[in-house]
């Protein structure tokens, strides 16, 4: 083959100096615009009056039921995803079936549909016009305007974040290990205590954070299903656009402070689980 009709790469390194400073300054121009700005804008607006009228406003009885309904929905949503992930990532991963494309799919459903059509299902299953649901709100345990149903809201939309952090992981793993374990005459608990779960630990653990962020934020199913009851299903996300439409500027924004630094606090419990990570794995190569 002649050097003419030969296929040349170039790497990214032999660009100018000129192309590289530019995609990096509008790298950096895109991150200050979409995510800097509105972060700073956030704290600027909530310490508008001071940070005492900021700390008086989250004292207010409706922030402080907004934060503990958050924090409670989390507590329970993020566990059961964690079970339904692992086990769905492990019926996927190590078992073959007719069907189980169309099985991952259905657990990429709720990143392409919206939250609020999420939250219109949920009312149209469970509502007090339904058949169950008014069977449920007759027997005392109503589903929506009540926290069964942003439980499970909150549940649909956060649903893929374990599962596919988990896959690609037990994918890559392969079942060697499982199988050399119950040749061994270890039962099915044992295997997935002693092989399985060692070896996805650290997927879990960023699959639960990416879950527990998108929890603690979701507005668009959970307005729709909790009806916005102060002191009883407003979170924080429902109760910081209350707060907004009734020009309550610094309240609001003091609100949308805590939920940013929660999240904050979220990416760098991920940022640092990542570096053990990475340290654990060179220190392993090492050996």
Known sequence: MSDATQIRFRAATEESPATRWTLIA???AGLAILVFAPLIAVFVEALADGA???LRSLASPDARDAI???LTIAAISVPLNAIFGVAAAWFITKFDFRGKAFLITLIDLPFSVSPVVAGLCIVLMFGANSALGGWLVAQG???VFAMPGIILATMFVTFPFVARELIPVMIEQGRAEEEAALTLGASGWRVFWTVTLPNIRWALLYGVLLCNARAMGEFGAVAVVSGKIRGETATIPTTIEMLYQEYLSVAAFSLAAVLTLLALLTLL??????LR???QLAANHRH
């Open 68 to 70: 503990r309904l958050t």
């Open 52 to 54: 005492v009228e900021a």
């Open 277 to 279: 990570h990475a340290d």
């Open 269 to 274: 419990l991920k940022t640092l689980l990542e």
């Open 141 to 143: 345990y109503p589903i």
């Open 26 to 28: 509008l790298a950096f």
